[in-house]
């Protein structure tokens, strides 16, 4: 069985005009001789583009096609979560060797742009950085442990918008800013960074450790569910992406680890863990 997409970009507006004896009918109207009408990808409405519009349906489309390809071809089981670990951050990046599943991102999506467009228009964009490749999550009864890696050396904490993490503590887009209930990483110093929770605007302090294209963070557990029991949540890393703007910058700018609006999902064994 095949299914067969059409109207990736297609975003034009093609103007016809009703010839000699003939007629027809535009948005509802009759036409007559010589009048104009447009077909396809006439408007905003009536597009049959999948390709994300800034200023107009967004990401819409796409996340339909996505979801709609993953009902007709299915999706790979979900990875399960290894044993619990305590992560020390005193220690070198080995001790994630075995930690599992590994959540991967595209290498190579931080390429700077300068092109001519049409007319006179000209893109550039220059916000790529860190270009995320890895991550990964541990736990113990204490903390949650979130690892990144990154394709090339980390650029320095004090950069603008360096690595955040958001995490979507209760799995509801309802909640929080864009679904995400907790930010990590807004005020970043040498070895500490904050946890701001949206609900109620207080900020925490975390450690982190970062060398060379790696980096790690250790949360409490308490922030992220109950501490005796299943931990389930997602989460999302951006890089040079600021967060007073749109979530569809996350297309755009910087770095998104997964793409877009999409998340990782991280779920613990359903058996209680003390």
């Given at each position: 069985?095949?299914?067969?997409?059409?109207?990736?970009?297609?975003?034009?507006?093609?103007?016809?005009?009703v010839?000699?004896?003939?007629?027809?009918?535009?948005?509802g109207?009759a036409?007559?001789?010589?009048?104009?009408?447009?077909?396809?990808?006439?408007?905003?409405?009536?597009?049959?583009?999948?390709?994300?519009?800034?200023g107009?349906?967004?990401?819409?489309?796409?996340?339909q096609?996505?979801?709609?390809?993953r009902?007709?071809?299915?999706?790979?089981?979900?990875?399960?979560a290894?044993?619990?670990?305590a992560?020390?951050?005193?220690?070198?990046?080995?001790?994630?060797?075995?930690?599992?599943?590994?959540y991967?991102?595209?290498?190579g999506?931080?390429?700077?742009?300068?092109?001519?467009?049409?007319?006179?228009?000209?893109?550039?964009?220059?916000?790529?950085?860190?270009?995320?490749?890895?991550?990964?999550?541990?736990r113990d009864?204490?903390?949650?442990?979130?690892?990144?890696k990154?394709?090339?050396?980390?650029?320095?904490?004090?950069?603008?918008?360096?690595?955040?993490?958001?995490?979507?503590t209760?799995?509801?887009?309802?909640?929080?800013?864009?679904?995400?209930?907790?930010?990590?990483?807004?005020?970043?110093g040498a070895?500490t960074?904050?946890?701001?929770?949206?609900?109620?605007g207080?900020?925490?302090?975390?450690?982190?450790?970062?060398?060379?294209?790696?980096?790690?963070?250790?949360?409490?557990?308490?922030?992220?569910?109950?501490?005796?029991?299943?931990?389930a949540?997602d989460f999302?890393w951006?890089?040079?992406?600021?967060?007073?703007?749109?979530?569809?910058?996350?297309?755009t700018?910087?770095?998104?680890?997964p793409?877009?609006?999409f998340?990782?999902?991280y779920?613990s064994?359903?058996?209680?863990?003390?």
């Open positions: 069985q095949f299914a067969f997409i059409d109207g990736w970009n297609e975003w034009v507006a093609q103007r016809f005009t010839g000699a004896g003939q007629g027809g009918a535009f948005l109207k036409l007559k001789p010589g009048e104009t009408f447009f077909v396809d990808a006439y408007n905003e409405e009536y597009s049959r583009d999948i390709q994300p519009m800034k107009g349906y967004g990401d819409n489309y796409y996340l096609l996505v979801a709609a390809m009902r007709f071809k299915g999706v790979r089981p979900q990875g399960a290894s044993p619990a670990k992560i020390r951050l005193t220690s070198d990046f080995k001790q994630w060797a075995e930690v599992t599943p590994e991967r991102d595209a290498e999506d931080t390429v700077h742009r300068d092109f001519r467009g049409w007319g006179t228009l000209h893109y550039k964009n220059e916000t790529g950085r860190n270009d995320i490749t890895t991550a990964k999550v541990a009864d204490a903390n949650v442990t979130f690892y990144v990154t394709a090339a050396p980390l650029t320095p904490h004090t950069d603008p918008n360096w690595m955040l993490l958001l995490i979507d209760d799995q509801d887009a309802a909640t929080g800013w864009n679904g995400y209930d907790l930010i990590v990483g807004e005020k970043v070895g960074t904050s946890v701001r929770r949206v609900s109620d207080k900020v925490f302090q975390a450690r982190y450790r970062a060398a060379g294209s790696e980096m790690m963070i250790a949360l409490p557990r308490s922030l992220l569910g109950d501490p005796g029991g299943r931990l949540f999302h951006v890089d040079n992406v600021p967060l007073t703007g749109s979530i569809l910058d996350f297309w700018q910087g770095d998104s680890a793409d877009g609006r998340n990782y999902r779920e064994s359903p058996r209680t863990e003390r």
